[in-house]
Every structure is written in C-alpha cells, then in structure tokens.
C-alpha cells in the first residue's frame, strides 16, 4: 500500500504560519487534497488538486508540492483553525485511496 | 444544495451483519463515484470502498475486502454498504462521500453514523 506520513502535531501562535507537511514516495505524479476536521463534525475539503481551493475555503489556506513532500500552509492562523488536518491522494496504481495519519494543530 | 445523509448506526454482535445506507440529493448522483470512509475513535480516517459512478466496478480497502460490499441506485440516489462478519475493529463513525472527477477526492461528506461492533 502506499503511505503518507504526516507530523502528529503541529503548533503556530495566533497570526503567524502554519505548515504540515505530507510525504510520499513519488507523490510528486499524485494529486494531493487536503481537509479540515473539527472535533465531533465531518471532514471538509479545504485543497483539491494539490493547490485549488473549494469556493467559500479562505485564501489563508494553501497548498503546494516539492519533491516527495507536499505541505499545507495556512497563513494569519486563528484559533478557530484549530483541527486535524489530513492529506489524501487516489493511488491508482491499486485502485485505492489513501490517508495521511493527520496532523493535530494547536494555536496557542 | 448538495446532501448526503446516512442511515443511523448500530451496536451489533461480532460476526454479525449491518446495512448502511446513504441518501443523496442536490446534485446529480449518476455522475459522480461514492465512497465509504471510516474512523474508529480517536483515530484518523480510513478509506474503506469506492464505488463508480455506472457501479460497474467496485474498489476496497484490504481491511474489508471479500467481507464489505459497496452497492448504489442512480435512480433512487442512494448508496449501500453491507457489512458482513463484522469484527471489533470495524468499530467506527462511517461517513458515505462523493467522489470528484477522476482525482478522487471527496467535496461532500455525510454527517457520519456510528457502528459499534461488541458484544
């Protein structure tokens, strides 16, 4: 199967940035997406396509890719972006999809 | 708007078996790929089974497979999973998705239902 891996937490202070990181072997040929959770709430989408935002998904968040590793940066952190944060890709090489384990993010 | 709402979870018996369901709407359920996906608690997400948008082919993660079977109806928008010779660890929130364009991301979520698999 193929793995993503993903930093357990991360924390940032109000106003600056934050950035999580997503590695895979060769997931420069993949596309990565993003999502946002909140205790207790599904799943959003918040980066499709390694960089495209869903409409109604602030400007703050952003995606990119270099190497083996993909990063979501979310820039002027407020303490409502407290979440998990997962990575995923479609592998197609098996016909599966696949999580990153998630990244906790904590503003102090 | 687009809609996506499971059918209520249970607690059942190892070994035993569970039908979820999930009941689109907003969009148009015959374009687009489904999926399952599934958290146990405290845990992260885990993929579990896609369907195609015709349901002529049926993708599962290896945790599942030859016990979980994806199934859909374009016509009345909706969207099964039979759980078969269910185990502890499929002790989960399962949330039904809708699939985009080939990438296979997931834009729409359901609100999620909770199984519980004890005895």
């Known amino acids: 199967s193929y793995v993503l891996t993903q930093p357990p937490s991360v924390s940032v202070a109000p106003g600056k940035t934050g950035r999580i990181t997503c590695g895979g072997n060769?997931?420069?040929?993949?596309?990565v997406h993003w999502y946002q959770q909140k205790p207790g709430q599904a799943p959003i989408l918040i980066i499709y396509?390694?960089?495209d935002r869903p409409s109604g998904i602030p400007e703050r968040f952003s995606g990119s890719k270099s190497g083996n590793t993909a990063t979501l940066t979310i820039s002027r952190v407020e303490a409502g972006d407290e979440a998990d944060y997962y990575c995923?890709?479609?592998?197609?090489?098996?016909?599966?999809?696949?999580f990153g384990g998630g990244t906790k993010l904590t503003v102090l | 708007q687009v809609q996506l709402v499971e059918s209520e979870g249970d607690v059942v018996q190892p070994g035993r078996s569970l039908r979820l369901s999930c009941a689109a709407s907003?969009?148009?359920?015959?374009?687009?790929?489904m999926h399952w996906v599934r958290q146990a608690p405290g845990k992260g997400l885990e993929w579990v089974a896609l369907?195609?948008?015709?349901?002529?082919?049926?993708y599962y993660a290896d945790s599942v497979r030859g016990r979980f079977t994806i199934s859909r109806d374009n016509f009345n928008y909706a969207l099964w999973l039979q759980m078969n010779s269910l185990r502890r660890d499929d002790t989960a929130v399962y949330y039904c998705?809708?699939?985009?364009?080939?990438?296979?991301?997931?834009?729409?979520w359901g609100q999620g239902t909770p199984v519980t698999v004890s005895s």
């Open positions: 998705a809708r699939g985009n364009g080939g990438l296979e991301y997931f834009d729409f």
């Open positions: 907003g969009f148009t359920f015959s374009s687009h790929t």
């Open positions: 369907i195609s948008s015709d349901g002529s082919s049926k």
């Open positions: 060769k997931i420069g040929s993949k596309s």
């Open positions: 396509n390694d960089a």
């Open positions: 995923q890709v479609w592998h197609a090489s098996s016909d599966h999809v696949e």
